[in-house]
T-cell receptor
Framework: AQTVTQSQPEMSVQEAETVTLSCTYD???????LFWYKQPPSRQMILVIR??????QNATENRFSVNFQKAAKSFSLKISDSQLGDAAMYFC???????????FGTGTRLKVLA | EAQVTQNPRYLITVTGKKLTVTCSQN?????MSWYRQDPGLGLRQIYY???????DKGDVPEGYKVSRKEKRNFPLILESPSPNQTSLYFC??????????????????FGEGSRLTVL
């Protein structure tokens, strides 16, 4: 069975600095997708970034980028130039192309310090 | 506006009193699912549906029922709620996950969440 692990329950970063949130997963499959979702205090789940396993290139979305290491089964999220609005809970998620099941990590709460 | 709508957003109820949390999406998505979010446990899947009249259990289905009579609606039913079902619930939808992965990456679109308290 697939698992997703986020080993950092909480992280802090100074405004304008860079922070990296870690995520590891376990799977025996070769085709899958990985996602980072953000949950601000409003509780809304917002997609931050996605990565297709078949793609070598790391995904980027403005200040957000990932370091996808397929062999190591690692999928970290880097937030550059952190802003106060980045403060939220961040969830890493896995979806296999062969099933309809999504697996989420336990989340990392990010605090941004002014 | 493309959205997933859940109701109610907040509910306090008592043990044993049947309740339904509604979920509706306007994106013509085939796939819909329910999750519960608990501190330290992340999001866990309760049930999912691949299309009308097709549903299946997720990781934590005990105590819940669902139905999918229309494509846009996927209500979550708690026949006899208990305090351990106190949680934050999310409905989500996406395009059919079995489609060409180069077309559909299976991104989930979430509702705003329903905070349920069972006393």
């Amino acid at each position: 069975a697939q698992t997703v692990t986020q080993s950092q329950p909480e992280m802090s970063v100074q405004e304008a600095e860079t922070v990296t949130l870690s995520c590891t997963y376990d799977t025996s499959e070769s085709d899958y997708y990985l996602f980072w979702y953000k949950q601000p205090p409003s509780r809304q789940m917002i997609l931050v970034i996605r990565q297709e396993a078949y793609k070598q290139q790391n995904a980027t979305e403005n200040r957000f980028s990932v370091n996808f290491q397929k062999a190591a089964k690692s999928f970290s999220l880097k937030i550059s130039d952190s802003q106060l609005g980045d403060a939220a809970m961040y969830f890493c998620a896995y979806r296999s192309t062969g099933t309809y099941k999504y697996i989420f990590g336990t989340g990392t709460r990010l605090k941004v310090l002014a | 506006e493309a959205q997933v709508t859940q109701n109610p957003r907040y509910l306090i109820t008592v043990t044993g009193k049947k309740l339904t949390v509604t979920c509706s999406q306007n994106m013509n998505h085939e796939y819909m699912s329910w999750y519960r979010q608990d501190p330290g446990l992340g999001l866990r899947q309760i049930y999912y549906s691949m299309n009308v009249e097709v549903t299946d259990k997720g990781d934590v289905p005990e105590g819940y029922k669902v139905s999918r009579k229309e494509k846009r609606n996927f209500p979550l039913i708690l026949e006899s709620p208990s305090p351990n079902q106190t949680s934050l619930y999310f409905c989500a939808s996406s395009l059919y996950p079995g489609q060409d992965p180069k077309v559909n990456t299976g991104e989930l679109f979430f509702g705003e969440g329903s905070r349920l308290t069972v006393l």
